[in-house]
């Protein structure tokens, strides 16, 4: 029995969710390490402490899982075990923002079947509901930004379709017909990309990479995007190559020069260059628009950001420029800065692996979450 028992313990220990034991009177008789975690607790301080002191616990309605209406006390009182889906823990000894848990409590019958106790188990549901979050936020981005250009293509097919237009009319329309498509495919691809990059799907075949020819590559592929913004690229002969992927640089560059002609004022000029520097090529993509408030800049690469300010939010987009080109940077064994000020422009500056020595055969190296 003492065996027994034992195992019990160890089973629980060992456990990945809080677990937390309670008598009758809900007085903490044990709890394990991940409930010591969870709560703050120690299980010496906890141990003879009403289950109120320990588990400040309450769900969306304000329902407290200790009060005489809840969760607890119902269990204890009819026998039954009490499930609630969605709730908040209060950290109050840490003063840590509130935890979403899910939680169970089961009562504990003795020898005679009466209730003697009951067994809360709690589970950090946070995890699974930023995966909810993050994949709700991508469809609610993805259906705005896809929404604009799909009523742009039906109106100018309407036009097309209705009306007798002169040859240059035709091709205007065309025109724009074909940069509203550019603009939902180019949408589509980040929506893959960051599906690729999360499941750990991507990876980068390294090779011997010349630069000049992606750089030179980009200029021309942004250059349909500048209408009122000029461009200048500027590229050292001598630029030496660098351990690369040519797709990946090229997209890497192209997010960051196209989010310079978004966040710039008409009559403004972007620039590309890259230079050698101790052993790196970097690259540098510098504007002269809106700039970026300090308290953003902590967060400028997170999934779905976008700063909370007029002047950034008048621009189309759905935050996943900036987590993409991290990610592939990281991929690539570089490193992505950004300097800005407000109202000044800003420099995004990528720093990648000179390639000095050429290697046997080239590397595969797997994307990581």
Same mark, same amino acid.
């Given at each position: 029995? &003492?065996?027994?028992?034992?195992l019990?313990?160890q089973?629980?220990?060992?456990?990945?969710?809080?677990?937390?034991l309670?008598? =009758?009177?809900?007085a903490?008789?044990?709890?394990?390490? &991940?409930?010591?975690?969870l %709560?703050?607790?120690?299980r010496?301080?906890?141990a003879?402490?009403?289950?109120?002191?320990?588990?400040?616990?309450r769900?969306e309605?304000g329902?407290?899982?200790?009060?005489?209406?809840?969760?607890l006390r119902?269990?204890?009182r009819?026998?039954?075990?009490?499930? %609630?889906? #969605?709730?908040y823990?209060? =950290?109050?000894?840490?003063?840590d923002d509130?935890?979403r848990?899910?939680?169970?409590v089961?009562p504990q019958?003795?020898?005679?079947k009466?209730?003697?106790?009951a067994?809360?188990?709690?589970?950090?549901?946070t995890?699974e509901l930023?995966?909810?979050?993050?994949?709700d936020?991508?469809?609610l981005?993805?259906s705005?930004?896809l929404? %604009?250009?799909?009523? %742009?293509l039906k109106?100018?097919?309407?036009?097309?379709?209705?009306f007798e237009?002169?040859?240059?009319?035709?091709?205007e329309?065309?025109?724009?017909l074909h940069g509203?498509?550019? =603009?939902m495919e180019?949408?589509?691809?980040?929506i893959?990309?960051?599906?690729?990059?999360?499941?750990?799907?991507?990876?980068v075949?390294?090779?011997?990479?010349d630069v &000049?020819?992606v750089v030179?590559?980009?200029?021309?592929?942004?250059?349909?995007?500048?209408?009122?913004?000029?461009l200048?690229?500027?590229?050292p002969?001598d630029?030496?190559p660098?351990?690369?992927?040519?797709r990946?640089?090229?997209?890497?560059?192209?997010?960051?020069?196209?989010?310079?002609?978004?966040?710039s004022e008409?009559?403004t000029?972007?620039?590309?260059?890259?230079?050698?520097?101790?052993?790196?090529?970097? #690259?540098?993509?510098?504007?002269?628009g809106v700039?970026?408030?300090k308290?953003?800049?902590a967060?400028l690469?997170?999934? #779905?950001?976008?700063?909370?300010d007029?002047?950034?939010r008048?621009?189309?987009?759905?935050g996943?420029g900036?987590?993409?080109v =991290?990610?592939?940077?990281?991929?690539?064994g570089?490193h992505?800065?950004?300097?800005s000020?407000?109202?000044?422009?800003?420099? #995004?500056?990528v720093?990648?692996p000179?390639a000095?020595?050429?290697?046997?055969s080239?590397r595969?190296?797997?994307?990581s979450?």
């Open positions: 029995m &003492a065996r027994d028992r034992t019990a313990e089973a629980f220990e060992q456990f990945p969710q809080a677990v937390v309670v008598d =009758r009177d809900t903490v008789l044990w709890t394990n390490s &991940a409930a010591e975690r %709560t703050g607790w120690s010496t301080d906890a003879g402490r009403p289950a109120a002191d320990i588990l400040e616990v769900t309605t329902v407290n899982l200790c009060a005489p209406n809840g969760a119902r269990a204890l009819v026998g039954a075990s009490v499930n %609630t889906h #969605f709730a823990l209060f =950290r109050l000894r840490t003063s509130p935890v848990i899910a939680y169970t089961a019958r003795g020898k005679d009466n209730v003697v106790g067994m809360i188990v709690i589970h950090d549901v995890p930023e995966t909810i979050e993050a994949r936020a991508l469809m981005a993805a705005h930004e929404k %604009t250009p799909l009523t %742009t109106g100018l097919s309407d036009l097309l379709l209705d237009l002169s040859e240059p009319q035709r091709r329309l065309l025109l724009d509203q498509a550019d =603009r180019r949408l589509i691809e980040d893959l990309d960051v599906s690729r990059i999360d499941s750990g799907r991507v990876s075949d390294l090779s011997r990479l &000049a020819p030179q590559r980009v200029c021309e592929d942004v250059r349909p995007m500048l209408r009122d913004h000029s200048r690229c500027r590229i002969e630029l030496p660098i351990w690369g992927e040519a990946k640089l090229h997209q890497i560059l192209v997010n960051l020069t196209t989010n310079a002609i978004k966040y008409p009559g000029q972007v620039t590309l260059s890259a230079r050698v520097e101790q052993g790196y090529v970097r #690259f540098d993509v510098q504007d002269q700039g970026i408030r308290q953003h800049m967060r690469f997170e999934k #779905f950001y976008r700063a909370d007029p002047a950034v008048r621009a189309a987009g759905t996943l900036l987590y993409i =991290r990610n592939l940077v990281n991929m690539l570089g992505v800065s950004v300097r000020r407000p109202g000044k422009g800003s420099v #995004f500056t720093t990648l000179q000095e020595v050429p290697q046997a080239p595969l190296v797997a994307a979450r």
